[in-house]
């Protein structure tokens, strides 16, 4: 028969006597039990006693925390907290220094105990460590056993800390301004003034006017104490803004916490954090990982005013950076001397900026967030990366109106984006650890960080092909491009952008579908054998798919042209799949050219293979050599007889892919595209679930036997985005 609920059968020592092996009723009183041990070692006074867990921290059982013991815990009779709290209080004020380093080193070990802490406590205890500390004689091991159970017992949050002392602060701000301080007094030191800042709105001022964010950093290079300096850097950082929105008027104290927010974002903090923290020669452990994140949490919350600013469009200062974005776009052009001709004029290039309102783009910043700071992104990213900025304004002005990726419109849903998934404005989380050592590589992080990440919306609204009506669907993909790169934790932001062009469109695409066909269903033997099968079916699909679009057509730019004086050619597939017709227009064609304007024409028969990116020749050309890497990984060449070639230079990814694969049908030869890859995947999955659904929805007829179903087929037509 088990025992009652209520016995916990426990062995409980004593030192120099053997352990008694017992029977607890947890429904008698504690006092009771203790009296009951006692007498088992002839203890008189059991009063003076109490029970203690022999393992782990050693607290004190109370009649709260009794019913935490558990069978085969082994327990230590021990003098009660009270005795205890009373004896060691008068040993660290006596005079002999080895009892009172003694008494001090127990202490510190003792005050993690709440019982025995409010005992010490109540018995004036944190006063007389105070004053052991103000006195300025103790130093080594003695000092620092005293801050730890000062630290310790202040923790419980017994007693409140405003009503700790000056002077206690000067002496500890002291410990941390010395340069030749032991390695243990400075980490509880630093500790202590960090839980003074975030526990006392008025010890706060008083650290912050000792302690200076230039003496913090001096001991970021120290490993040993480096997680504890970057610590009470945060907790200054965590309570300035708070204090500011606190505040109705601005005072001296204000103007202070300002200086060092703008400290805290100076190149020497980030270089030195970078250097000696997160490229050190140690492992960053979990504390170190969570403080990073914090500071990284609090550096980005400085983007929060900006981000809760509207514009004021009677703001002539504000206005005039919308009028710095159109100079510097189209700087070439001379302004009409006519009011009516220079307002219509605007309202063309705003228009061509991408803003949603052409005639007072101040509108557009109306909205928080994102507010003003989506005009600060673009205004950073025309003026330190001009070349970048002016590609994008003419380039997606040059196409079709239905084509066109809006800038403004695309920078300041971006830079609302790029707020959400930072979480700027938001306080740190406890616990988490999520930093991203690239934000420290750089001193405008933020900035540099919303430069790529417009390159790439750019990239991937041409990827998908996409038009006015698929904005949300293109900013969906952006930001998921943008999430799971940073779970990849680059390094740097040119890793980051490394890590960008390898998530694709066609890439999210393959993911996606991967990550739906990776599930347990799509796994058995009977689902992998019937996607096999599947498999050659949809692959000539695809394959019909590609020789059709090149039968369609496509147009390509000419090389060497400035794109303002740009010239074009077209190529297409013979209906019949023998004869590549080519020519040159004199302007971009709104649909299919007729084979009768292509005055060039290749032989199927006649081509011997085609080559891609640094392999094509007109790659290899020195002139070509200055081309980016967008136009080499979009360049192809068909190489026929006899020795000659047709270079291509493709006007995005996807009809890069459609014409390489297209080719290599033609050609016989496998089609390896990563859009061919997606493409199959998706095709499958969607052929796999209408068989599955078929077979689910089977009614098996008495007779006759069912006819075998024949094989789905589509009218396919894809769609890329």
Partial sequence: MPPPSDIVKVAIEWPGANAQLMEIDQKKPLSSIIREVCD????????????????????????????????????????????????????????????????????????????????????EGIGTLARLVESGTHFGEMLAFTLTAFLELMDHGIVSWDLISLSFIKQIAGYVNQPMVDVSILQRSLAILESMVLNSHSLYHRVAQEITVGQLIGHLSNQEIQTYAIALINAL???????????????????????????????????????????????????????????????????????????????????DIIFELRRIAFDGENDPSGTEKRKAMYTKDYKMLGFTNHVNPAMDFTQTPPGMLALDNMLYLAKLHQDTYIRIVLENSSREDKHECPFGRC????????????????????????YH??????????????????????????EMRATAEDFN??????????????????????????????????????LRQSERMSQDDFQSPPIIELRERIQPEILELIKQQRLNRLCEGSCFRKLGNRRRQEKFWFCRLSLNHKVLHYGDLDESPQGEVPFELLTDKIPVSDIKSVVTGKDCPHMKEKSALKQNKEVLEQAFSILYDPDENLNFVAPNKYEY??????????????????????????????EMKLRLLDLENITIPEAPPPVPKEPSTYNFTYNYG
């Fill in 411 to 434: 920078a300041i849903e971006l830079t609302r984006m790029l707020c959400e998934i930072l979480q700027v404005g938001e306080l740190p989380n406890e616990g988490c650890n999520d």
């Fill in 237 to 319: 950082f965590l309570k300035a803004p708070e204090d500011r929105r606190q505040e109705e008027h601005t005072n001296p104290l204000d103007q202070r916490l300002t200086e060092m927010a703008s400290t805290l974002a100076q190149k020497h903090l980030r270089s030195i954090i970078l250097n000696h923290v997160i490229r050190g020669n140690r492992p960053i452990k979990a504390e170190m990982a969570h403080q990073l994140y914090v500071l990284q949490v609090l550096t980005f919350n400085l983007l929060e005013e900006r981000m809760m600013t509207k514009m004021d469009p009677s703001d002539q200062a504000q206005r």
């Fill in 40 to 123: 088992g070692w002839s203890l008189s006074g059991s009063e003076q006693f109490a029970l203690r867990y022999a393992d782990g921290p050693q607290l004190y059982i109370t009649e709260q925390s009794r019913s935490e013991i558990k069978n085969g815990t082994i327990l230590r009779l021990a003098i009660s907290s009270a005795r205890a709290a009373r004896q060691l209080l008068d040993r660290i004020q006596s005079h002999g220094i080895d009892s009172r380093l003694e008494a001090l080193k127990e202490l510190a070990k003792l005050s993690a105990d709440p019982t025995f802490a409010t005992e010490f406590i109540s018995m």
């Fill in 437 to 462: 050592p690239m934000f420290f590589t750089h001193d405008r992080a933020w900035e540099e960080f919303f430069c790529v990440c417009i390159q790439l919306l750019n990239k991937t609204w041409k």
């Fill in 657 to 686: 892919c459609i014409w390489t694969d297209g080719l290599c049908a033609l050609l016989g030869r496998e089609m390896g595209s990563d859009l061919t890859r997606s493409d199959l995947d998706t095709l499958i999955s969607m």
């Fill in 473 to 510: 669907k293109v900013m969906q993909v952006v930001r998921e491009q943008i999430t799971r790169t940073l779970a990849m934790k680059p390094s740097s932001l040119d890793q980051l952008k490394g890590k960008l062009r390898g998530l694709s469109y066609s890439e999210i695409l393959r």
